[in-house]
């Protein structure tokens, strides 16, 4: 058994497709066909091109109802039972707070105020996307209304590759995503697949791992995009409701045993702070955390072994 690899963006991140098998040429056809599914996906989900399904439905916001592909209603709608669970700590309408609120670039020295921010996200709320599942129809109330799905697209891709592998009878790989990724079946060396917790003061470095086939991982953390401001570090994970960053976490790692969950659980968790962000997740079978404050404290929900 050998470890094929191939990485490429996608999604405007980093993927690489792992797989595990005897035979070259079976491998490089289904890291083919891993691609072209993710390629697929980014299609219908980008807010970066003009015919996306996502864009009809933001610019019909306040207009009119889209009608969209099931594949396309139902991820909405799991985007909308996460945001339930989350109290809205997600929120796939972020999208309505645009770059003149947060660009997370050299250019920004200066925090917006809280009314700039409040102005901001009265646009964004989870509960002003009607749905008609009869029509397969998506309709964004307020005009100016966006979505996104920049907090769950590539887990979603992750999972969805991951599963066109598994029906071509690919016993072991892995979809990785820029750091979210998705693993299942065993290393060539028969051992589990494990993954290093990377240390936030030192991204390239781990400070533990954990085994991890079966299971997906994702991280959400501020060593990678933040902005700083009079000496303080702030995350450019925004809270949807204030339209504020976040500050006091460093990292949230996420193990779950589906990669869009994983994906879609770690910038809330954050958001909702450590210990809301544990409660709630110690409430949900199969899902797991480790989360690092600003202090470097490491916080675990129950049942997880680092080691």
Not at 204 to 226: D, R
């Amino acid at each position: 058994m050998q470890k094929y690899s191939q990485s490429l963006k996608l999604m405007g991140n980093n993927f690489t497709v792992t797989v595990v098998a005897e035979d070259k040429k079976f491998a490089l056809k289904n890291i083919e066909i891993a691609i072209e599914e993710i390629k697929r996906i980014e299609q219908l989900f980008t807010t970066f091109k003009a015919d996306s399904q996502t864009n009809l439905i933001n610019e019909n916001a306040g207009i009119q109802p889209v009608k969209v592909d099931s594949e396309v209603f139902n991820l909405i709608e799991r985007s909308i039972g996460i945001s339930k669970i989350t109290q809205g700590a997600f929120d796939i309408t972020y999208g309505s707070i645009d770059k003149t609120l947060w660009n997370f670039d050299k250019t920004m020295t200066k925090l917006p105020t809280p009314e700039q921010a409040k102005k901001m996200v009265y646009l964004i709320n989870y509960n002003n996307i009607i749905l008609d599942r009869n029509n397969s129809t998506v309709f964004l109330k307020e005009k100016g209304m966006r979505i996104g799905f920049g907090g769950i697209g590539k887990g979603y891709a992750a999972e969805m590759a991951k599963n066109k592998l598994l029906q071509n009878r690919v016993q072991s790989g892995i979809i990785n995503a820029s750091g979210d990724l998705t693993s299942w079946g065993l290393q060539p060396n028969g051992k589990q697949w494990t993954i290093g917790i990377a240390n936030p003061n030192q991204p390239t470095s781990a400070f533990s791992y954990l085994e991890i086939s079966g299971k997906a991982v994702a991280t959400s953390g501020n060593y990678e995009k933040f902005i700083l401001i009079k000496g303080k570090k702030y995350s450019h994970t925004i809270n949807p409701k204030t339209g504020l960053p976040i500050t006091g976490i460093k990292s949230v790692t996420v193990i779950s045993g589906n990669a869009e969950f994983a994906d879609a659980m770690a910038t809330p968790i954050a958001v909702m702070g450590i210990k809301a962000g544990l409660f709630l997740v110690n409430q949900i079978p199969d899902l797991y955390c480790i989360i690092i404050d600003d202090d470097n404290k490491i916080y675990t929900s129950k049942n997880i072994n680092l080691k």
